[in-house]
Nanobody
Framework: QVRLVESGGGLVQAGGSLRLSCSASERLFSINIMGWYRQAPGKQRELVASITGGGNTNYADSVKGRFTISRDNAKNTLLLQMNSLKPEDTAVYYC?????????WGQGTQVTVSS
């Protein structure tokens, strides 16, 4: 069982920045892939960014060049730096971890971008 706890969400004006953190109860080197997903009201949950144990990253087209995903293995923490935020980035952001074939989710953190 992997416990994930997100933090760092909040309200920000368009063009601003936020950094999300996800603290994991397990050592990150034991986790295959970690990622950030988001879900806006009335929409399906979508992948924002993911990172493998080897550091390979993948981003949704809508956030490329603006968001950066990283992992701090020493602190068992997954990070998402979000710059140049847009109102359409408003959503609940979830941390995700795949261990083998099992997927774990955090409780989510709200990000609201005002225009």
């Amino acid at each position: 069982q992997v416990r994930l706890v997100e933090s760092g969400g909040g309200l920000v004006q368009a063009g601003g920045s936020l950094r999300l953190s996800c603290s994991a109860s397990e050592r990150l080197f034991s986790i295959n892939i970690m990622g950030w997903y988001r879900q806006a009201p009335g929409k399906q949950r979508e992948l924002v960014a993911s990172i493998t144990g080897g550091g390979n990253t993948n981003y949704a087209d809508s956030v490329k060049g603006r968001f950066t995903i990283s992992r701090d293995n020493a602190k068992n923490t997954l990070l998402l730096q979000m710059n140049s935020l847009k109102p359409e980035d408003t959503a609940v952001y979830y941390c995700n971890a795949f261990v083998g074939v099992l997927a774990y989710w955090g409780q989510g953190t709200q990000v609201t971008v005002s225009s």
